[in-house]
Each structure stands twice: as C-alpha cells, then as structure tokens.
C-alpha cells in the first residue's frame, strides 16, 4: 500500500503568538519539529490580513526548512508578487475573504478566470507545484485541469463536520469517493483538507488516490494536550529549587 504524504499546517502556532504579541510559540520551531518527526511538508497560509503567519515567518521558515514548503495564497496580485519572490515548492491557492473564520469553501474557478490562469502559469513558470483548493465538484475538476493546475486539494470541511456530529456523511463520502477518481481520470493529483481529525482521517485515507493529507488545527490543538504534561512538570521542577 502506498503512503500517504502528510502536510503539517503550522498557522495556529502563529495564531497563540498573535494572541499576545509576543515572539513565541515560533513558528519556524514548531515546522522544524514537523520536519524531524516525519512531516513530508509544512503548510502556512499567507493571509491579506496576516492574522497567523507573516511574512517574516515566511521567509524564515523557507531559508530553514528541508522539507517541501507549501504556501497557501488568495489568488491577488500582492500574493503572487510574494510567491515569485518566497518561490515555495508547493503553492495551494485559496478562496479567502475577510471576515471568515476559516477558508469557508473551496475556490470558484470561474470567478476572475482570466487572473487564475495568468497566476498558475506564472507560479509554474516560477518552479511551484501548484495546487487548487475545490469542493468535490466533478464540474470544478474539469476546470481545475483546464487551468493547467498540478494538483486540487479537496474541501473535506462539510465531511468532518457531519462525522463531529455523528451525523449521517456517507453522501459526502461518496461525493469526494467520485471526485478523487474524476481527478485520477484527468491526470490530476489529489490532496484533501480541512478540519481533519484523528477519525475523518482515517476514514478518507481508505479511499485510494488521494496522495497527500494537509492537517493543522486539529493537530495543533491535540499537540497541546500531549505537550503539556511535560511542560506541567518541568515547571514543577524549576519551582522546587
Ligand atoms: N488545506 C487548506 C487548503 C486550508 O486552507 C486549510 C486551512 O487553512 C487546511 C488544509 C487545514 O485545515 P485545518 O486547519 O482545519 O486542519
């Protein structure tokens, strides 16, 4: 059986030194640690309104890193301008808007269709992989390989949240089942993401064909609770001398 290749998003270590200012948690150590213990790339998304990583994370963590680094962009002249310049290995455009909490749904393709051509052949001329975060929607796999992407990253948000809530997910499941073997069919490389789980990620890494999984929030968020039992007593130890 083939491995799937896990991307490590590291935007919410970013988010915690936002929070409060500060200089740390960093970002650049919480993807070197992805790296060490086996990430195959680290994920960050470039936000218009910078609300996780900036770009100084960006540039320090593409100096450092040896792992591929797959940078998440809106699809925005200022967005591409830094893609050209920060050249990551693997770039994965994005719908973004403003006041979301999160990427809410995956991108319209036809929506500025003429820019979106323009920014992928740029992107590719430029050496990135480029990847085109979608819905599982036959219709937008279609377009995605007529704009000459690499890859599409499937939306996996609605799935996770239907098996959080115990609720019934086969049709979705079977939505994303058709859309991995429509993607296979035009030659395009699968990835999946958003709201991963221990639980959803199991049970879409059943479905053959898709060849990278990019996690972050939830993977962050258990990372604390594995962590601090030992953070917990290292102070403890300090405390008592
Ligand atoms: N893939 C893409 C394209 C995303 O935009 C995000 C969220 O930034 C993720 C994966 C990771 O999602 P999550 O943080 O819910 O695991």
Redesign the pocket.
Known sequence: MKRIRL?V?I??VATVRNARGETYPSPLRAALIAEKNGADSV?I?LREDRRHINEQDLKKIKKKLKIPLNL?IAATKEMLGISIRSNPLFI?I?PEKRKEI??EGGLNLNHNKNFLRILINKLKQNKSRISL?IEPSLKDLIQAKKLNADCV?I?T?KL?NLINKKRYYQNELRRIKNAVMKAKELGLEV?A????TFSSARILSKITGIKEF???????GESIFEGMPKIIRKFKKILKK
């Open positions: 991307g998003n935007d919410h994920t998304h998440e994965c994005v999160t990427t975060f990253e939306h948000g996770c990835h993401g958003h709201g991963l990019n996690i972050g929030h939830f993977l962050i």
